[in-house]
């Protein structure tokens, strides 16, 4: 399955340069344009794997579109730009996880960068997933503390005898605690109102 690429350049000859660089390395460039505005729109309007910005592009240098495209989307950044001008720009947004590539496109440099991108995505989802597990994991903590208190409040219990009822309630139930709490809290949350 190919990845799908933006690519956002002045449409000139580069354009079928790019598009054939992309596709030999397993991207599929669903979408060229030309400038700023139009890049924003459809990286936010569309899942893309990677954001290709031939620079300069219409109506800008393309540095603050792969700013903007790279802290506002998941898309992986690639920023071409002229050698000379490489290492500045390449100052100007490191910290925003854009890759440089300085032009002429060197086809080894490129694909290396491209795996660079592929990389990070591979990381950058592996923590968002792990973000969302904790995340979710607190949440039920919340909850089950919540209907621990609860159980201590009404039924005189305490934070350990309300801590095994829930689980013998679960395990009784064939369900998990985090139900149990819930149904605590349906059962209880009333009587406080």
């Known amino acids: 399955m ?7 350049s002045k449409i000139n000859s580069s354009v079928n340069v790019l598009k054939g660089l992309l596709e030999e390395n397993s991207y599929d460039v669903s979408m060229v344009v030309s400038d700023s505005k139009s890049a924003a729109e459809y990286a936010d309007d569309t ?6 910005i031939n620079s300069p592009i219409e109506d800008s240098s393309g540095i603050d579109t792969a700013i903007s495209i790279s802290k506002n989307t998941v898309c992986g950044v690639v920023l071409l730009v002229q050698t000379d001008k490489a290492g500045f720009v390449g100052k100007k947004v490191i910290d925003y ?3 440089v590539v300085p032009k002429p496109i060197n086809k080894m440099l490129f694909r290396q960068s491209l795996g660079v991108v592929r990389a990070s995505q591979k ?4 923590l968002s997933e792990e973000n969302e597990r904790l995340k979710s994991s607190l949440e039920e903590t919340k909850i089950i503390n919540r209907a621990k208190f609860l159980l201590m409040q009404y039924l005189a219990l305490s934070e350990e005898r309300a801590h095994k009822y829930i689980e013998k309630q679960a395990m009784d139930m064939r369900v998990s605690k985090i139900e149990v ?8 949350v009333s009587h406080e109102l």
């Open 181 to 188: 709490a819930r149904q605590i809290l349906k059962t209880y």
């Open 47 to 52: 899942i893309y794997d990677i954001v290709v």
């Open 97 to 99: 996880g854009v890759i």
């Open 2 to 8: 190919n990845n799908k690429a933006l690519l956002v």
């Open 123 to 126: 990381r950058y989802a592996g």
